[in-house]
């Protein structure tokens, strides 16, 4: 009896040092063209007995087997700000227009119609109390102590929670945990002896220390923040966003922003800072971080932890300007000789201000999430609650908002000026006005002229500007999300293989094109 055995020559992702390798080795296609040869040479060369069978219907069933099977990721998104929420959707979407036809479920105490783009395609909605978040009154303010309350009580279910999550990933078979930014579910990953990924620009522990202000209430901060680490120290990759500030379960370092190189430090003095320190992405490195679960342990060598740096996540725009904005109730003869003012947080309070005097002459704005019974002025107009924002950023000639991830990147992407309002006690904001210096264009405006509707000198300020830096060797791309999907499927196997459980993944399908062999009884 002759006995031949088929290799399947998968090549692991190359997780290399900067700049980073994408996707399987070059030697792949030619292992596989020697598969077909010797396949071939079997099926055709050799003398009977030997039935004859069709080529395509044994060597082609192994060939079209897909490099990645069909995995089943999880994605837990935090509930606070839709930012997590809008960069999440868009990697999602990557992840379902992969090859292997994969499982998302999306996990989050956020609404369900805020998925409602991913769950279109495919994607399973799951509502659950996944994370503590910050509690902000206005968009622009933080209630420090109604957070750490909240963040403690959280803390003090999280025996039940972890069990229910740990439970629930088991039942579905998952086989990966994608965080952004929860950090239970590293710990329940883990747990269920599966992967799990941070994919953000910050982590919650930082935001938390930050609320410390010198008192009493310093002490429990630090002690809750231990936890919240731990947790996401479980998991073995860290998928770093632009505008990113320290993560401390990945690295250790004193500055809480990356530093952008200038271009003297480079051999090639083309060459200047992207994002997050890096000047070209995507970037891998080693995380210097050892987790406090790992300490002492030695067997088995544990998964190497990682770090990439990836190009900027954000949705685009779908419909053009003319018809964004005549959809919106505002006249051709109007938005064809004003510039339009974006203002993305709506229903806030202006104080003692009038409206009517906040935009200068020649403009008018379009303002998101503003409640019905609010009576706009003159050169105002409602956007509806389900309005794609990407449409009307690319619509505006500027955006008024705060430093949140999913407004910047969207500015960046759509190359529109933004002008903001600080949130002095939230960190990540550091790490986005970077992020808009580098990249974008932003104006600040104070808390004071924002609410007292003094906005016009701003808004001149901004309409002068570019949108986008004026050193084209800066730009980042903005392929971020199908880098992240390519990233996440490739990381599942490697993880797989390093611990030994790359068969159980293989099995099906390779049993699949072995049948057909089976079946034609060779011998």
Known sequence: MLTFAVHRCSAPFL?????????????????WRECVVFLSFFLFCLPPPLPLLPLPSIVMT??????????????????????????????????????????????SNASEFIFRGVTALGAHYRYADIDAGVVQPLAYTVDRHQTIANLKQFLERRPQCLADEVKWLQHIKADCVVCDAPFLPCAAAAGANIPSVVASNFTFDEVYSGLCEGDAMDTDIQHLVKQVVADYQHADLLIQLPGAIRIPSFYATEALVPLTPVQSTFPDLTLKGVVNGKHSLPWTSVSNVVPSHRQGTLDPPAFERRIVDIPLVFRKYRTERDQVLQSLGIPNEIHQTHKVLLLSFGGQQLGQGEWSKTLPLGWICVVCGTPDAVVLPRG???????????????????VLGKLGYGTCSECIGHQTPFIYVSRPQFVEEHGLLKLMKDQGSVVELSREDFEAGVWADAIEEAGQMLGHSGEPSRWVAHNGGSVAAQLLQDFVRDWNVHYGLQERHWHTNINKGMSLLDSADVQ
Do not use: K
């Open 380 to 398: 105002f107009y409602r956007a509806p609650r389900d309005a794609y924002v990407p449409d009307l950023t690319h619509a505006a000639d500027v």
């Open 15 to 31: 997780l290399q040092g900067p700049p980073m390798v994408l996707g399987p080795s070059s030697g792949t296609s030619e292992c």
């Open 62 to 107: 192994l060939l079209s087997t897909p490099e990645t099977p069909s995995l089943v990721f999880c994605y837990y998104v935090s509930g606070h700000g839709w930012g997590h929420a809008t960069r999440a959707n868009q990697i999602i979407t990557d992840i379902l227009q992969l090859p292997a036809h994969h499982t998302v479920h999306v996990i």
